[in-house]
Structure formats: C-alpha cells, structure tokens
C-alpha cells in the first residue's frame, strides 16, 4: 500500500513555518504571500495576519491557515484591502509604535 500525501496545504504550511515551531508568524507570512507572487504592504500584512489568526493568540495554526487555503483563488482577494482600510491599519500601526515606547516609560515611572 503506498502512502498518502500530506495535503497541499500542509506541505506550504511546513516549508514557510521557518522555525519549525508549528506556527505562521508575520515574517513567515511576509515571506509566503512574497513567493506566491503577492507584494502587501506593512498594514496589509498585519490585517491579513489578524484576518488568519481565528484565536487572536498572535500565531496562525495550520488549523487556521487551512481553512483559508481552502478558498480557493480567491483566498488572496480575502486578505485585500482598500484603500481607505490600509490608511486607517497604517495610522493604528504608527499610534501602536508611539504607544509602546511610552508604556514602557511610563511603567518605569511607576516603579
């Protein structure tokens, strides 16, 4: 009896899990979306990347990047966004990057 083959989700999820940590992480994403022949932005990247995450716990599970790999041709049309959603991701992603330094002083403060 021959083997089955892995699906061919499992074996794109596998060679971008870089670290081999059972998890998608955004720079593994970065990295996927580029080979496939897709360039998106930095907000685009991080909704996309919130869009897969079901769970909100920061990594995508094969579980999760399955059932997107499941739509088809139309699974990188889902991950698009306008223009109007990129400005707004672009400005949350700049107010996040101002409000980290500061939470860190800030909690130094109250030490």
Known sequence: MSQRRPPLSKLVFKKYDIDENGYIQLA??????YH???VMTEAELVAASTYLDKNGDGKI???EFADWWKMGEDRFE????SE???QQWAQAIEFFKVLGPL?????????
Do not use: F, I, N, W
């Open 28 to 33: 593994e994403l970065k990295r996927m979306v």
């Open 61 to 63: 599970t094969y579980d």
């Open 78 to 81: 889902s991950l698009e966004l």
């Open 103 to 111: 939470q860190q002083y800030k909690t130094q403060l109250c030490l």
């Open 84 to 86: 109007t959603a990129q």
């Open 36 to 38: 496939m022949g897709y």
